[in-house]
């Protein structure tokens, strides 16, 4: 008898008619359940959650390409079989993978990855246990993706590389029914003796920049000293007021301590005038 097969390239699985034996054994199932009804009604009858779908085998080929649920189903009993199907996110932690950059330093990286299952006759037929191939398949994309960046992309470029993995993880795992929702990078962990080398060198990069700018406001310093040395030559009185200022200053701060500044031609004067009276006066002897 000819057989009519329609595949779905999509799924990757072919479904085919009841030949004369399935049709047979089908009918004698029926048979059975109405034999025996209502007995076999509570058996036959499965209730399928909200986030479950249910993928039915009937004489080993699954029924159809797309799962049934929510609700009521009907087994048939003797020739049907059905596996339940998660369809909720599931959480996926990848345990701490030691890993070597691309510039020869030895690190520990771990992560998360969120992912549902959207076609739950693929999650069934395609793979064996479609959990644990995705968690070893995370881990493997998660190592060679970091093996292939340096360590100031890892530190720096978190999001870059998650989302690299992700489109990795999403590609492959679209033949089992698998798409991957999110995956982030938990913790990077790196030896403390690197960890105390690029804390010096970081200090040391503060250090140089903390030089830098201090001799560049030394500098600055230095040109508003000369333009106001500029201006209070060209205006004395500019001089006075800067004192007077000056001496607010101090005696608001210090009340006990008050500057006189006196300027040098004054003391030049005074030790001018003592000098000629003493040669001024007679020697007695």
Request: glycine content about 4%; aromatic content about 6%.
């Amino acid at each position: 008898q000819p057989q009519k097969a329609s595949s779905s390239p999509f799924l990757g699985i072919s479904s085919k008619r009841l030949g004369i034996c399935g049709w047979i054994l089908f009918l004698l199932s029926f048979l059975l359940m109405i034999i025996t009804f209502p007995v076999s009604i509570w058996m036959c009858l499965k209730i399928i959650k909200e986030y479950e779908r249910a993928v039915v085998f009937r004489l080993g080929r699954i029924q159809a390409d797309k799962a049934k649920g929510p609700g009521l189903i009907l087994v048939l009993p003797c020739i049907d079989v059905f596996v339940k199907v998660d369809l909720r996110t599931i959480t996926c932690n990848i345990p701490p993978q030691e890993i070597l950059t691309r510039d020869s330093v030895t690190t520990q990286v771990d992560g998360v990855v969120y992912y549902r299952i959207h076609s739950a006759v693929s999650a069934v037929a395609n793979v064996n246990d479609v959990h644990q191939a995705t968690f070893l398949l995370a881990q493997t994309t998660l190592r060679n993706v970091l093996g292939t960046q340096t360590l100031s992309q890892i530190l720096a470029g978190r999001e870059e590389i998650a989302h690299s993995i992700q489109t990795l993880l999403d590609d492959a795992t679209e033949l089992w029914g698998i798409r991957v929702a999110r995956v982030e990078i938990k913790d990077v962990r790196i030896p403390v003796q690197l960890q105390r080398s690029m804390a010096a060198e970081a200090e040391a990069t503060r250090e140089a920049r903390a030089r830098v700018l201090a001799a560049e406001g030394e500098m600055n310093a230095s040109k508003s000293l000369k333009s106001a040395s500029m201006v209070l030559a060209e205006s004395p009185i500019a001089l006075q007021l800067r004192y007077l200022q000056t001496l607010t200053t101090v005696a608001t701060e210090k009340n006990s301590t008050i500057v006189f500044p006196l300027p040098m031609n004054i003391l030049e004067g005074i030790g001018g005038v003592s000098y000629d009276n003493h040669k001024k006066v007679p020697n007695r002897d």
